[in-house]
């Protein structure tokens, strides 16, 4: 599941992921299972377990989909799964961070250092390029929810740290340990967001000429038809004209 900063190039990826919507739920149902294994089976008692609920029914996955991923986190024959973040570069020279969930380090080791070696980027140490990079919790909107003025005034009241607005939609950012809290505060005035999550928000921007880009994009589409990796986070900016050409 994509998750960049920069609401242009998440449409652009949400485009390619709904001719994979077979791929998307077995992804999002790895993360439901997950997180109810780690907490509770309650997404009312489980925030990150909400959160994945959440991204789910905003995709159109079933309910009954949704309660069994919940359910098999209760069994006692699931996979182990673990976190496991890669970082690296890509082309243009932007940062990625490539978030997975895998029961076979080695494989998707493998899988991730390839699609980067083949398609212009170099896989980095750990720390390489998350210093760049502040952990932070994201709550996304579209731009139907409201005005950058009135998704901006609704996002301080909640207790949100800011707000980034553009005709694409509003990204709000808050504190990893406020996250669900400013959420919540949010739902009655702006409605559920589907996407509110702990995100590695840039620095500073790459911005990514039309050459790259589309080497990047390919990067990008090719780590997420990896069932292992969940998102990919960039630094990059890709000028409009260039995604309007993609």
Do not use: C
Request: glycine share 10%; no cysteine.
């Amino acid at each position: 599941m994509a998750g960049h900063s920069k609401f242009k190039n998440i449409m652009h990826r949400k485009g390619a992921q709904d001719k994979k919507r077979s791929a998307l739920f077995s992804k999002l149902s790895r993360e439901i299972t997950v997180a109810a294994k780690m907490g509770m089976p309650d997404p009312a008692n489980n925030p990150r377990l909400r959160a994945a609920v959440l991204a789910a029914r905003v995709e159109g996955m079933p309910k009954d989909n949704i309660q069994r991923a919940i359910d098999k986190s209760q069994g006692g024959d699931i996979a182990n799964y673990e976190e496991v973040r890669y970082e690296g570069f890509g082309p243009g020279g932007v940062s990625l961070i490539i978030e997975t969930l895998t029961d076979n380090r080695n494989r998707t080791a493998t899988n991730v250092r390839t699609a980067m070696a083949k398609n212009g980027g170099n896989l980095g140490a750990s720390g390489s390029v998350s210093h760049g990079f502040e952990r932070l919790g994201l709550i996304a909107y579209p731009a139907s929810a409201g005005s950058a003025d009135a998704v901006f005034e609704a996002a301080l009241e909640a207790g949100a740290d800011d707000v980034e607005s553009s005709e694409d939609g509003h990204e709000i950012w808050v504190g990893i340990e406020n996250l669900h809290d400013v959420a919540r505060a949010l739902e009655p005035v702006l409605g559920d967001s589907g996407q509110a999550k702990l995100a590695w928000k840039p620095g500073t921007m790459v911005t990514v000429g039309a050459e790259d880009a589309a080497q990047l994009m390919k990067l990008i589409d090719v780590l997420d038809d990896d069932d292992d990796v969940q998102t990919v986070w960039g630094n990059y900016d890709v000028p409009d004209d260039v995604m309007a050409a993609l």
